[in-house]
């Protein structure tokens, strides 16, 4: 393996360590290569607030550099079907964030990860012009942490095939399929062990399909149930380590809104179900169910029980980093 190979494998293997970057940029700036001085730019203006002297110098430098160079550096990306790339695409001075065809992706991503070894977030886009049989051909590095492939007109069969793909992506923890077509099989993705942040906001999720899901799962065992089914596990092991959940303009009602709060949450902190037909937000100021709930988000629904809350649930609501009821607000 070559220095610079080895210096790309560390920030590949840690990202969101700056360390390796600027030992990556001593490399770089040995070889004369630009990109150590822009890579060490943007280290040191990500740690300094503003107003901090000299600031202003390096942001002039930071400029001067994209702007001779940048169109260089995002040529290659462009090349292999990356859009919307942009000199705000740099982070810490290296691209963080592509959006991609799944089609180009299949074919590219190799190449990609070798470009952009500090990737962590990916936004794929078209996954429905993929055919069955592509889905298994996927592969995602064991470096991504989030994947956005919202507003793909998804099928249910389709999230599933994905669902296998990224299996094995062992450090991603945040999915987007918000705008995909998906009933409760939009939660089939919670089977990932290590998904932590599920957005699922404008799908097809409804009440009884949310209940009926959580039944499924909560009743089925290993030997009972079929191929679809064996995807998933206890859904007290599903919901035990999610720590966001976004399900706004769900059609979700009172049955989707007791479905929620029959669960136990541990490790839930954030949640929202703006816009989705509740009638009521008490059961979900429960200590128990929701231990470490630091954010309730319930917009644009017709809440009728405020001011019936018992006075531990008005007690624990304000208490919330973040609550946000309105058009509503407590008694």
């Known amino acids: 393996m070559t220095d610079e190979a080895a210096f790309i494998e560390e920030i590949r293997r840690t990202p969101e360590d700056l360390t390796p970057r600027l030992i990556y940029a001593d490399f770089l700036e040995d070889q004369g290569d630009p990109r150590g001085e822009f890579i060490r730019v943007q280290c040191e203006l990500s740690e300094m607030p503003t ?4 600031r202003s110098e390096l942001m002039n430098r930071e400029r001067e550099l994209l702007e001779t160079f940048g169109g ?7 090349q292999l079907g990356v859009r919307g ?3 705000r695409s740099f982070e810490h001075g290296l691209l963080e964030h592509i959006r991609i065809s799944a089609v180009d992706y299949l074919q590219h991503w190799k190449e990609l990860f070798e470009l952009v070894p500090a990737l962590v977030s990916l936004e794929l886009r078209n996954l429905r012009d993929l055919h069955d049989d ?4 996927l592969s995602f590095p064991n470096q991504l942490a989030t994947l956005d492939v919202s507003s793909g007109k998804l099928t249910g069969m389709q999230l599933q095939r994905l ?7 062992d450090n991603l923890t945040t999915l987007d399929v918000s705008g995909n077509p998906l009933s409760s099989d939009a939660l089939s993705v919670l089977s990932i062990p290590q998904i932590r942040r599920l957005k699922a906001a404008n799908c097809s999720i409804t009440g009884d399909s949310l209940a009926g899901w959580f039944q499924r799962n909560s009743s089925a065992s290993g030997s009972a149930v079929d191929i679809l089914r064996s995807l998933f596990v206890t859904a007290s092991r599903l919901t035990s380590r999610i720590t966001e959940l976004d399900l706004r303009g769900n059609a979700l009602g009172p049955q989707g809104y007791n479905a929620l709060a029959d669960q136990i949450w541990p490790e839930l902190l954030h949640l929202d179900v703006s816009s989705c037909g509740l009638t009521a937000v008490g059961r979900l100021a429960n200590s128990e169910h929701f231990p470490l709930l630091k954010g309730l988000v319930a917009r644009n ?6 001011d019936r809350l018992s006075p531990e649930q008005q007690s624990f609501l304000p208490q919330l980093s973040v609550l946000d009821l309105r058009p509503h607000s407590l008694p």
Do not use: M, Y
């Open 51 to 54: 107003g901090t002297p000299g």
């Open 72 to 78: 260089e550096w995002l040529q290659p990306l462009k």
């Open 85 to 87: 790339l942009t000199f």
């Open 134 to 137: 592509q889905f298994h051909q």
């Open 163 to 169: 669902t296998a793909a990224l299996s094995l992506a």
């Open 301 to 306: 629904n017709r809440l009728t029980d405020l």
